[in-house]
């Protein structure tokens, strides 16, 4: 990983999922930062312009298409992708995108943007009469695609995070969480076919 980015180490598991004996959820997100998370500050973001959290947008990233583990989304969300690194990433360059949060595939957190501001994640979006989503959501990443089913980690890690996400955030709720397909219909089909709505709407209930 290229030196200027700033990353701090990766959480254990303990760590990672709280116990009866931890801290309420609420205490994991403060100012805008999750805690538990391995922090990769972005430079892609600005500032919220009526400061509102009301959405969750739900993505899925691999770079390349279908590798895992790599980090080539730390670096494009940076700024810094190597595009000659494969010839599938040529598209990507110069691009100023990013996300809040990153789950990987062995559900690692990773937070890029805080939540107080505007990520990069939903480009042209509109929801009900509402247009321009990164004004208002944020933006989680599942490490994947849209045809192949998620993991156990990333379920657990997704819950997890959404949950206190609620807590911190009280204008979100079941009903303001979207996939990215939801918000740019044609234009994306994230988090895809593979993504399990019925078992993620259960585990927040």
């Not at 690692?108 to 009900?128: F, I």
């Not at 990443?141 to 807590?167: S, V």
Request: glycine fraction near 6%; include cysteine.
């Amino acid at each position: 990983m290229p030196s200027h980015i700033k990353a701090s180490p990766p959480v254990t598991a303990q760590e990672r999922y709280p116990t009866e004996n931890d801290n309420c959820l609420e205490k994991r997100c403060a100012n805008g930062w999750v805690s538990d998370a391995r922090r990769c500050e972005s430079p892609h973001f600005n500032a919220r312009p009526l400061n509102e959290v009301s959405m969750l947008v739900i993505h899925n990233i691999s770079l390349p298409a279908g590798c895992f583990g790599k980090s080539y989304i730390d670096q494009l969300f940076n700024g810094c992708l190597d595009v000659s690194a494969d010839p599938s990433f040529i598209d990507l360059k110069g691009l100023e995108v990013s996300a809040h949060f990153l789950i990987r595939r062995d559900g690692e957190l990773v937070q890029y943007v805080s939540c107080d501001e505007r990520a990069w994640h939903a480009g042209v979006s509109s929801y009900g009469t509402r247009e321009g989503c990164n004004d208002f959501a944020i933006g989680i990443e599942l490490e994947g695609t849209d045809t192949l089913a998620y993991t156990e980690q990333q379920y657990l890690e997704l819950k997890t995070l959404t949950l206190a996400l609620f807590d911190a955030y009280p204008m979100l709720n079941t009903d303001r969480v979207v996939g990215h397909c939801d918000i740019a219909p044609g234009r994306k089909t994230d988090p895809g076919e593979s993504f399990d709505w019925q078992r993620f709407k259960k585990d927040l209930s």
